[in-house]
């Protein structure tokens, strides 16, 4: 079966840092692509960054370039995702999905993943 378990997420100020965790079972993460998303109260699912660990191929959204960076640990089967500088409007339910290796771009445009959407891990930015 496969699953995914989402961790990590809190309550933090702005400016500060969260390490997001994508923990899989199932299957072998260095082997698909994987992608981390988010999604506000009132807004559509919002792609964030997407990794092809088997090349390092990655993706990020532009209101997050240069603030989060997505690694896996293969030794874990797990994804991560620093997110540093935080700001308020980084506040949403954090979800993690995977897609088959050669499907890159099906995760940076928000496609449907192998993948079933869980319950995903709430960060909330605020002072």
């Known amino acids: 079966q496969l699953q995914l378990v989402e961790s990590g997420g809190g309550l933090v100020q702005p400016g500060g840092s969260l390490r997001l965790s994508c923990a899989a079972s199932?299957?072998?993460?260095?082997?698909?692509?994987i992608g981390w998303f988010r999604q506000a109260p009132g807004k559509e699912r919002e792609g964030v960054s997407c990794?092809?660990?088997?090349?390092?191929?990655?993706y990020y959204a532009d209101s997050v370039k240069g603030r989060f960076t997505i690694s896996s640990d293969n030794a874990k089967n797990t994804v991560y995702l620093q997110m540093n500088s935080l700001k308020p409007e980084d506040t949403a339910v954090y979800y993690c999905?995977?897609?088959?290796?050669?499907?890159?771009?099906?995760?940076?445009?928000?496609?449907?993943?192998?993948?079933?959407w869980g319950q995903g891990t709430q960060v909330t930015v605020s002072s």
């Open positions: 999905a995977v897609y088959r290796l050669p499907l890159f771009r099906l995760c940076v445009q928000g496609g449907s993943p192998l993948s079933s």
């Open positions: 199932g299957l072998t993460l260095d082997y698909y692509t």
């Open positions: 990794l092809r660990d088997s090349d390092g191929v990655t």
